[in-house]
């Protein structure tokens, strides 16, 4: 008897990219479905953006961790919203 050969795709060494049409939320494939991955679409491209300083009125302020803020043009660290700043 001789042993049986499963025939395959060929294997690709890339890893799998994300889509467009899915932006940062490309990452969960359909596991948590389209609903949510719209609400972290939404959320995380507010939270990217360079947000306004309450204190000196600057496009700097970053988000260091939940709901705390730093200021890179004035320097002041302080708490405000989760996600971003109103």
Same mark, same amino acid.
């Given at each position: ?17 994300? *889509? ?19 609400? *972290? ?22 988000? *260091? ?19 971003? *700043?109103?």
């Amino acid at each position: 008897m001789t042993p049986v050969q499963i025939w395959a795709a060929p294997f690709s060494n890339k890893m799998a990219t994300k *889509l467009k049409k899915a932006k940062s939320a490309g990452r969960f494939r359909a596991k948590y479905g389209k609903s949510v991955r719209d609400k *972290l679409v939404k959320v995380e491209s507010k939270q990217k953006v360079k947000q306004k300083c309450p204190f000196c009125g600057k496009l700097g302020v970053k988000r *260091l961790s939940k709901g705390i803020w730093k200021c890179t043009k004035c320097n002041k660290k302080f708490a405000s919203n989760t996600y971003y *700043l109103d």
